[in-house]
C-alpha cells in the first residue's frame, strides 16, 4: 500500500470510533400511520442522500407495496448501480399500527 510522501507511516489514536450515532424521535401520530426505519452503510449514504433514499423506500414499500427486505435489496442494488465502492448494507423496517 503506498503512502503518500510526506506520511509518517505511523498512526495516533482511534482509526475507528465505536460511538454511535442515534436519534431518538417519536414516529407515527394521527395523521400518519405508514412508517418505516431505513438503517444502512455508508454503501448507501455515499451515493444516495436521505431525502432520495426515504422517497424510494416509501415508493416501494407503500406505493408497490414490496416487503421490506425487497426494498432493502433495491436499494443495495441502486447504490451499486450508482457507483458505490464501499460496502453496501441496507435494513428496512415497516412500523405498522
Same mark, same amino acid.
Not at 407495496?65 to 457507483?83: D, F
Given at each position: 500500500? *503506498?503512502?503518500?510522501?510526506?506520511?509518517?507511516? !505511523?498512526?495516533?489514536?482511534?482509526?475507528?470510533?465505536?460511538?454511535?450515532? !442515534?436519534?431518538?424521535?417519536?414516529?407515527?401520530?394521527?395523521?400518519?400511520?405508514?412508517?418505516?426505519?431505513?438503517?444502512?452503510?455508508?454503501?448507501?449514504?455515499?451515493?444516495?442522500?436521505?431525502?432520495?433514499?426515504?422517497?424510494?423506500?416509501?415508493?416501494?414499500?407503500?406505493?408497490?407495496?414490496? &416487503? *421490506?427486505?425487497?426494498? *432493502? &435489496?433495491?436499494?443495495?442494488?441502486? *447504490? /451499486?448501480?450508482?457507483?458505490?465502492?464501499?460496502? /453496501? &448494507?441496507? /435494513?428496512?423496517?415497516?412500523?405498522?399500527?
Amino acid at each position: 500500500l *503506498a503512502y503518500p510522501n510526506e506520511h509518517s507511516r !505511523f498512526f495516533q489514536g482511534d482509526l475507528v470510533d465505536n460511538s454511535p450515532d !442515534f436519534q431518538q424521535i417519536q414516529i407515527g401520530d394521527d395523521h400518519c400511520s405508514e412508517e418505516f426505519i431505513l438503517l444502512a452503510s455508508d454503501g448507501l449514504w455515499d451515493v444516495l442522500d436521505v431525502d432520495d433514499a426515504a422517497r424510494v423506500t416509501r415508493d416501494l414499500l407503500f406505493r408497490r407495496q414490496w &416487503t *421490506a427486505k425487497r426494498a *432493502a &435489496t433495491r436499494l443495495a442494488e441502486l *447504490a /451499486i448501480h450508482l457507483g458505490s465502492s464501499d460496502n /453496501i &448494507t441496507v /435494513i428496512v423496517v415497516r412500523v405498522m399500527d
